[in-house]
């Protein structure tokens, strides 16, 4: 069981469950409907899982050189790559199915999208060039937007300043994690950014670009009247101090810094989240 939530990254997934809800609180205008919650967040699991899957069964020779991954099932030997195939297209296929019957196709639709952009498009990116991360945070930053469809049946500006918030706050994550693991990457032939920028001057500017940017587009949920101002200073509040730790890495560029970043996007996102739903529901 343990090697099934490893194949498909459970934890990632769980995010993308809670994501998914928030998007889905947001656009409910009355009461939450649970029931279609709960089959939206069966859909969305089962799709994203599969995803997960697939994309080891793509990379299993690179997990094999990062220490990161190689104790994951197919790299270790734990499991055929034949049967990694079959539950990742399984799991895809069914969640994207269930989707488009059981909510809609437009959220099935995003689901399919946000597949074949991980797999197909962000993957093989991965190894020719460090703009794949352009790409690769659209897949993640896509499940608040189909929280949203899942009520609403269309994507609204709503649903683009919630897909703007997680598609930015990607980047300083990502970068922290890549710039402390820089040598795994390299040892896997992997060109991101930390990798092929030694130095790290340009891994340093894009965490300061990205959190800057990041700090006003957290605020247009307030503008767009999703939130009030308990939302608006929390985010503005918890939006300076994740740039401040985005500019400390800038300047010192160690693993230390990097690792504070980290941490602070992993704080940072929670808070943000539980603050919309907070002033979300004090303003019904």
Same mark, same amino acid.
């Given at each position: ?222 503008? $767009?009247? @999703? &939130?009030?101002?308990? =939302?608006?200073?929390?985010? /503005? +509040?918890?939006? %300076? #101090?994740?740039?401040?730790? *985005? ?13 504070? $970043?980290? @941490? &602070?996007?992993?704080? =940072?996102?929670?808070?943000? /989240? +539980?603050?919309? %739903? #907070?002033?979300?529901?004090? *303003?019904?």
């Amino acid at each position: 069981m343990n090697d099934y939530l490893i194949l498909t990254k459970a934890r990632i997934t769980g995010l993308v469950l809670v994501t998914t809800t928030v998007g889905f609180v947001l656009a409910s205008s009355q009461s939450v409907d649970l029931g279609r919650l709960a089959v939206l967040l069966v859909g969305v699991a089962l799709a994203t899982g599969g995803s997960a899957a697939l994309n080891q069964y793509l990379e299993h020779e690179i997990d094999a050189r990062m220490r990161r991954t190689e104790s994951r099932p197919l790299p270790a030997g734990r499991m055929e790559r034949g049967h990694v195939f079959a539950v990742g297209v399984l799991l895809s296929v069914v969640g994207v199915i269930w989707l488009v019957v059981r909510i809609n196709p437009l959220t099935g639709l995003l689901a399919l999208a946000s597949s074949l952009l991980y797999l197909a498009v962000y993957t093989p990116l991965k190894t020719r060039t460090p703009l794949n991360t352009l790409v690769g945070a659209v897949p993640g930053a896509i499940p608040p937007v189909m929280g949203w469809t899942a009520v609403t049946g269309r994507i609204d500006v709503a649903a683009w300043a919630l897909f703007g918030i997680l598609y930015l706050w990607q980047f300083p994550h990502f970068l922290a994690i890549a710039w402390m693991y820089r040598d795994d990457y390299a040892r896997a032939r992997l060109p991101m950014l930390p990798v092929v920028d030694p130095n790290g001057g340009s891994t340093g500017r894009q965490v300061a670009l990205y959190s800057l940017a990041l700090l006003p587009v957290s605020l247009i949920p307030t503008v $767009l009247g @999703l &939130a009030g101002s308990v =939302y608006f200073f929390g985010a /503005l +509040v918890a939006g %300076l #101090v994740f740039l401040g730790f *985005g500019l400390a890495m800038t300047v010192n560029r160690g693993r230390a810094s990097a690792r504070r $970043l980290l @941490l &602070a996007s992993i704080t =940072y996102l929670p808070i943000l /989240l +539980v603050l919309l %739903l #907070v002033d979300r529901a004090g *303003g019904r």
